[in-house]
């Protein structure tokens, strides 16, 4: 019923912006969040920015990516978008789009219950 397909990823150098989508259906945003994972080869899924579909539209960003990374919302496609600028190559990894049932975003992944394939991100120096 839940589909989260994402897309933008690509090769760059380090010092570009990327703009990743995710495209989701079936799925109500009024009630949920929706919040961006990475994932290297070898190493831990990890959080990289959420937003709550609430009014507030409140934002949450790792540490690593502040004031790099802009997370935001399409209520009407129900899409979401993550824009990373100033990539750097740590920043190389699959990244992720998930959703979780409730108001609030959470940077730990085993808090969404559904997870799109993924989309390569890969920075180079």
């Known amino acids: 019923q839940v589909q989260l397909v994402e897309s933008g990823g690509g090769s760059v150098q380090a010092g570009a912006t990327l703009k990743l989508s995710c495209a989701a259906s079936?799925?109500?945003?009024?009630?949920?969040?929706v919040g961006w994972f990475r994932q290297a080869p070898g190493m831990e899924r990890e959080f990289v920015a959420g937003?709550?579909?609430?009014?507030?539209?409140?934002?949450l960003y790792a540490d690593s990516v502040k004031g790099r990374a802009t997370i935001s919302r399409d209520n009407v496609k129900n899409a979401v978008y993550l824009q990373m600028k100033s990539l750097k190559p740590e920043d190389t990894a699959v990244y992720y789009c998930?959703?979780?049932?409730?108001?609030?975003?959470?940077?730990?992944?085993?808090?969404?219950?559904?997870w799109g394939q993924g989309t390569q991100v890969t920075v180079s120096s």
């Open positions: 998930a959703a979780r049932s409730g108001y609030s975003t959470r940077s730990e992944a085993n808090e969404y219950d559904y």
């Open positions: 937003i709550s579909w609430s009014w507030s539209g409140n934002t």
């Open positions: 079936g799925l109500t945003f009024s009630n949920s969040a």
